[in-house]
Nanobody, 114 residues
Framework: QVHLVESGGGLVQPGGSLRLACAAS????????MMWFRQRPGKTRGWLGS???????NYSGSVKGGFTISRDNAKNTLYLQMDSLEPEDTGVYYC????????WGQGTQVIVSS
């Protein structure tokens, strides 16, 4: 059974960095497309970027270059490195997998504020 657990969120000052993790179980991340989404307060959930099984990445135009998706297949974990964070990056971050397209984890909250 597919299970995703996001972690690494928290409160960070503008300009700071965070690295989010998405621990997967029930499947191998190496075999599927993995994605990050963000839900800002009062907004719908939006796609941030994807990591294909061959390691290629794609990012939404809304990501300003400070976000990097990577994966550690040995740990079966997806990462989102976020640098130069701005208050508009505040929200709940979710990972998702093409192995179970209707499944959402619990997300991890990021607050960017001084």
């Amino acid at each position: 059974q597919v299970h995703l657990v996001e972690s690494g969120g928290g409160l960070v000052q503008p300009g700071g960095s965070l690295r989010l993790a998405c621990a997967a179980s029930g499947f191998s991340v190496s075999d599927y497309v993995m994605m990050w989404f963000r839900q800002r307060p009062g907004k719908t959930r939006g796609w941030l970027g994807s990591s294909a099984s061959d390691g290629r990445t794609n990012y939404s135009g809304s990501v300003k270059g400070g976000f990097t998706i990577s994966r550690d297949n040995a740990k079966n974990t997806l990462y989102l490195q976020m640098d130069s964070l701005e208050p508009e990056d505040t929200g709940v971050y979710y990972c998702k997998t093409s192995a179970a397209i209707d499944y959402w984890g619990q997300g991890t909250q990021v607050i960017v504020s001084s």
